[in-house]
């Protein structure tokens, strides 16, 4: 199903000179009129293979002198996502937020050890629904400005920020999109994150802190976001983004999983590493995110009609169930995918496939590959 924020992006391509359209504005969604007067203007560049891992992967300091915090400016990209604040406010991506999945890619393992084949599922899942599948762009965020820009930018320069199958509902100290903010850092959500800390982890964050804050967000967005969603493949970053703060904001030289809360707020308010971090000492990806999964029995589900209202959605089951993430990746390509790109022809196709086939390398081959689109 086609968000909002979607709908409002076709509705802006439409009008917006195609000239204008940026090159790293996100295609997905929009009309095939849109796509035909906008793709001619755009050039076309295959997406390149993705870098190799890298070559030390052991920890080491990464808040140095050749990548010193430095705050983005009223033009640099920024939104949902604080690692990626972080990445490009170090110098790790580029400054202006905007970036191809190979600078990604090596990024996000260079800066904070995060284990390849999970590097490769974040990236392109990203650029498939919030990238230009033409120009291998993709932007991590909107307009750094608090208010945003004025007069707004159109929905197709939101990046990550569009509030769909990757950014989604209960973020730790986002507010929901619903509400009109879905990529600032929320000083009251952060309180939350304080106080269960404190009350849990004896001031610190760690995965049992992560297992009460997940629910607390849920309760919350059940209790007062009338189309809070929480199925695949929110459910399923939802919880990740319990277990990221522990495996990649610890310094690596400690690597208790226990993350001090002034630590935290560097991050996810500032985009800031502290000083003299050292990265995680070994590829890091989801663990002890069992433990966040056993505090607290969170069915996927959605609120069905209206605040209170939240029903568990019975489809879920398959990707409870299933160990190898296989269904999860069948279901991101068939749904997510297809129903931002329904029927892509000619360039768009082709530049659509080769993504889906650099995705389907996240699985290291242990599923059966789909393809929606045939093959070419």
């Known amino acids: 199903m086609v968000s909002f924020a979607s709908f409002v992006t076709l509705a802006l391509a439409i009008t917006l000179p195609a000239a204008a359209f940026p090159t790293y504005g996100s295609l997905a969604g929009l009309s095939r009129e849109a796509l035909e007067e906008i793709i001619p203007n755009l050039e076309y560049k295959r997406a390149a293979d993705p870098p190799p891992p890298i070559a030390y992967n052991g920890t080491k300091l990464v808040h140095d002198a050749r990548h010193p915090y430095r705050p983005p400016g009223p033009n640099d990209m920024r939104g949902p996502c604080p690692g990626l604040n972080t990445l490009a406010n170090h110098g790790y991506l580029p400054h202006n937020g905007i970036a191809s999945p190979e600078q990604l890619i090596w990024a996000v393992q260079e800066g904070f050890n995060m284990e390849y084949l999970t590097a490769i599922n974040i990236v392109y899942s990203s650029l498939l629904v919030d990238g230009n599948v033409i120009t291998n762009l993709l932007s991590i965020g909107g307009k750094s400005r608090l208010t945003g820009p004025d007069p707004p930018a159109p929905a197709t320069a939101a990046g990550l920020n569009t509030h769909g199958p990757i950014e989604g509902d209960a973020s730790t100290t986002r507010g929901d999109a619903y509400f009109g903010d879905n990529h600032n850092f929320n000083e009251t959500l952060f309180q939350e994150f304080v106080d269960l800390s404190n009350q849990y982890g004896a001031g610190k964050y760690n995965a049992t802190v992560g297992g009460e804050l997940r629910y607390r967000r849920v309760q919350d967005s059940i209790a007062t976001n009338p189309v809070f969603s929480f199925v695949p493949p929110r459910y399923i970053a939802g919880f ?3 277990v990221f703060p522990l495996n990649f904001w610890v310094d690596g030289r ?3 999983g226990q993350l001090d809360v002034d630590v935290a707020r560097g991050f996810y308010q500032h985009g800031r590493m502290p000083d003299d971090f050292h990265r995680a000492s070994k590829p890091m990806s989801v663990e002890g995110i069992d433990i966040v ?9 959605r609120n069905i009609n209206g605040v209170n209202t939240y029903t568990p959605d019975p489809n879920a089951v398959a990707f409870l169930n299933d160990p190898t993430g ?5 279901d991101f390509v068939n749904n997510a995918v297809v129903g931002l790109y329904p029927n892509p022809t000619g360039v768009l196709r082709r530049a ?9 390398l996240h699985t290291g081959g242990k599923c059966t590959q789909v393809f929606p689109y045939g093959r070419d």
Not at 293 to 301: F, Q, R
Not at 326 to 330: D, K, L, M, P
Not at 352 to 360: K, P, Q
């Open 240 to 242: 990740a983004e319990m």
């Open 254 to 256: 400690r690597g208790d």
């Open 293 to 301: 999964l056993a505090v607290h029995d969170i069915a996927p589900g």
């Open 326 to 330: 296989c269904n999860a990746y069948v």
């Open 352 to 360: 659509i496939n080769r993504n889906l086939d650099l995705y389907y």
